[in-house]
């Protein structure tokens, strides 16, 4: 049967296509997926499928491009680091508790972070350090009890907060809030002389 020009072609899809085998695959941790109770596992599960179907139907080269920029590791990648800033003052958070999550081990969520030159902890870290000097800092947020802080942004061990802090700052937490308070004191009095 031939098809007359304004009629389109059935399209063959056979399914040893590496990226059919992927949806496949990918299909199989849709029930984990559904249940998750994030949604930014479930919105990259979404857009992971699309770009998977988008590549067995055929794409123009824009379109091509985007896909491979956004591919399943970049968007995992990304997805790890949303969950490390929002879940970072969980004191128990952890790869193992991200990857299970995700549906992956806990290795893979140390390679995903390989190329983004941080380990896993050093993004933790940071998130956990630059949120205690926003909250030391920070004029209208009260004064917290620097053990309070601590606590808020997942350090168990406020020695090990006071160390972190001050090698990753060069200064102690409480040298921090000092210094913001003399700042915002002269910022204070030079506005309202003028």
Known sequence: MTASAGTAQPMSISAEQPAIKLITQYLRSFSTVAESSDADVRDAFGMHLFDLLMLIVGTDRDTLELIKGRGLKAAR??????????EYASPNLSAERIGLSLGITARQVHRLLEETTKTFYEHLLERRLLEARRLLTDPSGGVLPVAEIAQ????????????????????????????????????FLGTSIR
Request: proline share 2%; glycine share 4%.
């Open 152 to 187: 808020r942004t997942g350090f168990v061990d406020r020695t090990h907060f006071n160390h972190t802090f001050r090698t990753r700052f060069g200064e102690k937490p409480t040298d921090a809030r000092e210094a913001a308070v003399r700042e915002n004191a002269r910022r």
């Open 77 to 86: 990648t990304d997805v790890v680091l949303r969950l490390i800033a929002r």
